[in-house]
Nanobody, 111 residues
Framework: VQLVESGGGLVQPGGSLTLSCTTS????????MMWYRQAPGKEREMVAS????????NYADSVKDRFTISRNNAKNTMDLQMNNLKPEDTAVYYC?????WGQGTQVTVSS
């Protein structure tokens, strides 16, 4: 099982980033997938989840209307489009499946 995040970086407040998760080694299309994040000194929290056929989407209240989760079952990938980023969005972002975690990608929102 492999999950590899990409797309993190440094962005100014109000900016945008798209994170991607590339997976292999499991039946991606059959699982609900999630993005989590962990800020320094805080517990890891779920940011968004997406059901196997993308019909059920859930978002943390703190990111609703700013973040969009999506997936491509043909490519075994999942994305997180993040708009209007705020300094409090600074964290390591993780891709998660029921069978494993990615290594994380750093997102830093700062002027």
């Amino acid at each position: 099982v492999q999950l590899v995040e990409s797309g993190g970086g440094l962005v100014q407040p109000g900016g945008s980033l798209t994170l991607s998760c590339t997976t292999s080694g499991f039946m991606f299309a059959t699982y609900t997938m999630m993005w989590y994040r962990q800020a320094p000194g805080k517990e890891r929290e779920m940011v968004a989840s997406i059901s196997p056929y993308s019909n059920l989407l859930n978002y943390a209240d703190s990111v609703k209307d700013r973040f969009t989760i999506s997936r491509n079952n043909a490519k075994n990938t999942m994305d997180l489009q993040m708009n209007n980023l705020k300094p409090e969005d600074t964290a390591v972002y993780y891709c998660k499946s029921p069978v494993g975690w990615g290594q994380g990608t750093q997102v830093t929102v700062s002027s």
